[in-house]
C-alpha cells in the first residue's frame, strides 16, 4: 500500500508522511499496511503460505519489517503462525464475521461520537477528505483505492475518539471486516457503492459540526449496510470455500 497523493498512508490514520525519508520504523509500518491490503484484498488469499523472503522481495523491503509486520498481523488474526508449518493467512470465517460486525455495532457509533467531541481541526479534515476521490475510484472499479479509503476513515475516526483502548479493539475489526466488504463488492449495484460513500461522508459532516449524537446515528446507518451487502454476495459460498487452501507464495 502506498501513500496516497496527499502523503497519508491509508491504515495508519494518516501519520507516515510521503518525505521519500528512510527510517526502520517507517519501513515496517509500509510493510505491514501492503501485506495487510494485499490481505484485504485477496492478493494473498486465504489459507496461503507466506514465506519471509518471498515477502521482502514482492515488498522491497527488509526482513526485520516483513517479521513485524507478521507479527502484528497474527496478533490481530490476519494471519495464522506456527512453528513448524509456518505463517499463513486466516481462512475467512463467517462466524467471526458476525461476531465482529456485532462488536463493531457497539463500539464504533460511541467512537464516532467521541470523535466529533475529541477530534482535532486537522483530524476533522483528514476525515472529510477521506472520501474526495471515490466516485472516480468506483467509476474505475478500483478497488485498492475504495478499501484504502475506507479503512483510513474508520481508523482515523477511532483514533480521533481519543480512547486508545477502543481503538486498538476496533481497527483489527475493521480489517477482517473490509476482507468480506471486497467478495461483496462485485454483488452490489453503483447506486448502492454511491449510496454508501454519501453515508460515510454523512459521518464525517456530523464529526465537522461537532454533533455526537448525529454521529452516532450516521455511524450506525453506515454498519447498517455493510452487513446486508456482505450476506447477500456470500449467499452460496460455503465454509469449505471459506477454509480451503491456497498455493504457497513464491
Known amino acids: ?9 491509508p491504515g495508519t490514520g494518516g501519520i507516515i508522511a510521503a518525505t521519500g525519508e528512510w527510517s526502520p520504523e517507517l519501513q515496517k509500518a ?25 515477502l521482502t522481495r514482492r515488498y522491497s523491503t527488509g526482513l526485520a ?14 494471519v495464522v503462525r506456527r512453528s513448524r508449518a509456518g505463517t499463513t493467512v486466516s481462512p475467512l470465517d463467517l462466524v467471526d464475521l458476525r461476531e465482529g460486525y456485532e462488536a463493531r455495532a457497539l463500539i464504533e457509533p460511541h ?27 468506483d467509476k474505475e472499479q478500483d478497488r485498492r483505492a475504495l478499501i484504502a479509503m475506507d479503512q483510513r476513515f474508520h481508523a482515523l475516526i477511532a483514533r480521533a475518539s481519543r480512547n486508545a483502548a477502543l481503538a486498538r479493539i476496533l481497527i483489527p475489526l475493521q480489517h ?26 454523512a459521518v464525517a459532516h456530523r464529526i465537522a459540526e461537532r454533533d455526537a449524537e448525529g454521529a452516532r446515528a450516521a455511524m450506525i446507518l453506515v454498519l447498517g449496510t455493510m452487513p446486508k451487502t456482505v450476506k447477500r454476495s456470500l449467499t452460496n459460498w460455503g465454509e469449505e470455500d471459506a477454509h480451503s487452501a491456497s498455493p504457497d507464495l513464491t
Open 1 to 9: 500500500m502506498n501513500p496516497d497523493a496527499q502523503g497519508r498512508d
Open 30 to 54: 509500509r510493510a505491514y499496511e501492503q501485506i495487510l491490503l494485499d490481505i484485504i484484498l485477496g492478493d494473498l488469499p486465504p489459507g496461503a503460505r507466506l514465506d519471509e523472503q518471498a
Open 65 to 78: 519489517g516483513v517479521r513485524d509486520a507478521l507479527g502484528r498481523l497474527a496478533l490481530e488474526g490476519m
Open 111 to 137: 467512537c464516532a461520537a467521541m470523535a466529533a467531541k475529541n477530534a482535532t481541526p486537522e483530524e476533522i479534515a483528514l476525515i472529510a477528505s477521506t472520501f474526495d476521490d471515490a466516485e472516480r475510484a
Open 176 to 201: 477482517k471486516a473490509a476482507r468480506f466488504w471486497v467478495y461483496s463488492m462485485g454483488a452490489t449495484t453503483q447506486e448502492e457503492r454511491l449510496a454508501d460513500i454519501c453515508q460515510h461522508r
